[in-house]
């Protein structure tokens, strides 16, 4: 796969366009300053008297109403919540698209399920930063950036592709390399990703590691240290140097343990449940699942959130973190 760096980016076509970022939350905030430190005419699309409204202007952006960023602008990064997108793009968007306009996305979700259905004349591309907002910022202002994936759903333009890498250089993500994906490629992978192993795995990882502990009698603390704590530990040493990396870093006790035992604690069947669930997601299920759940008002994913935040690993977790001065 081609990795887009600097040089095969041109900040040329962005220019004489002005661009309208709506939403400014982790990555609304973080694309629209780095984009006008890039030199890139900004503005903003918000809600009137909205808490990002105050914000966006100390931060010095011309803010407008949605509608009226949307007239105002070229180019439109819509970077809102995915749950929000479709009553802002029906509302707001669709009626003041123009010809030639150019609507980008951070994640492929409304445009790869069809939530969002923009008409033929304009471009639709994606230019998602593979880190939290904050991050994408931070990184900037050293100077450097976070990896993008980009790709184009519509090329009205002719252009569509140059645009999203203006864009992935911009916010500084052609600093660290940027790949081509395809909207349903992003989307997929990202909710599969997201489930299997980067939130839903590894919190149900910890979680069981942690009750294992509990229940055979060993103090929460030390449960708290062996099966979270360390893991942050365990999981920088795999992003600097790799798995072999990681296990020429343990004992040798650990590395035999690790690679002979591991295999038995997530076997096959866990792989099969991945598969079942990376299934659900390609069909479309989970989407659906998701957008009905949101639309009665996420009741069941507030009680899932309640339900984690009272457990005993979170209760020992905070206290630990606060004698440590890790959280207030
Ligand atoms: P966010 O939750 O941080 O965005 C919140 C902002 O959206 C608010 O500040 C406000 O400006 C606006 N907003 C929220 N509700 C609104 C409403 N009802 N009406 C109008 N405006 C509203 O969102 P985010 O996490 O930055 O996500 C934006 C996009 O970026 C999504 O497509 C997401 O998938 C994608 N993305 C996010 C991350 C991340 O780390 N957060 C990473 C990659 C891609
Ligand atoms: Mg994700």
């Known amino acids: 796969m081609k990795l887009y760096m600097d040089e095969d980016a ?10 309208a970022v709506i939403g400014y939350g982790s990555q609304g905030r973080a694309q629209a300053l780095n984009l006008r430190d890039s030199g890139v005419n900004v503005i903003l699309g918000l809600r009137k008297g909205g808490k990002s409204w105050k914000k966006a202007s100390q931060d010095g952006f011309e803010v407008y109403t949605i509608d009226e960023a949307v007239r105002r602008g070229d180019v439109i990064m819509l970077l809102v919540p995915d749950m929000v997108q479709p009553e802002i793009y029906e509302r707001y968007i669709a009626p003041n698209l123009r ?9 492929g979700f409304n445009i790869h399920f069809g939530y969002i259905n923009p008409p033929g004349d304009v471009d639709v591309i994606m230019v998602a930063p593979k880190s939290p907002g904050p991050r994408v ?7 450097f950036g976070v990896p993008a994936l980009i790709a184009v759903h519509q090329d009205h333009s002719g252009n569509a592709k140059d645009i999203a890498l203006a864009i992935a250089k911009g916010i500084g993500a052609t600093r660290a390399g940027v790949l081509e994906t395809t909207f349903k490629d992003e989307t997929e992978s990202d909710l599969i990703g997201e489930q ?6 590894l919190i149900q990882l910890i979680k069981y590691g942690f009750e294992n502990l509990v229940e055979l009698g060993y103090p ?6 062996e099966a979270c704590n360390e893991a942050k530990l365990i999981m920088d040493l795999i992003y600097e140097k790799g798995l072999t990396g990681m296990l020429r870093a343990v004992s040798d006790t650990a590395k035999y343990g690790g690679l002979a035992v591991g295999p038995f604690v997530v ?18 299920e989970f989407a659906k699942q998701w957008v009905e759940e949101y639309r009665r008002g996420s009741k069941e994913l507030k009680r899932m959130m309640s ?6 690993l979170e209760k020992v977790g905070r206290k630990i973190r606060r004698i440590s001065g890790l959280e207030e």
């Open 196 to 201: 299997t192993v980067l939130v839903g795995g």
């Open 99 to 107: 010809e030639s306009m150019v609507l980008d996305f951070a994640h």
């Open 137 to 143: 910022r931070e990184k900037y202002q050293e100077g």
């Open 267 to 284: 076997d096959e069947r866990v792989k099969e449940n991945m598969k079942m669930m990376a299934e659900r997601v390609r069909n479309g």
């Open 10 to 19: 041109n900040m040329q076509y962005l220019q004489g366009k002005t661009v």
């Open 307 to 312: 339900e984690i935040e009272e457990h005993e």
């Open 220 to 225: 929460p603390e030390l449960a708290y240290f």
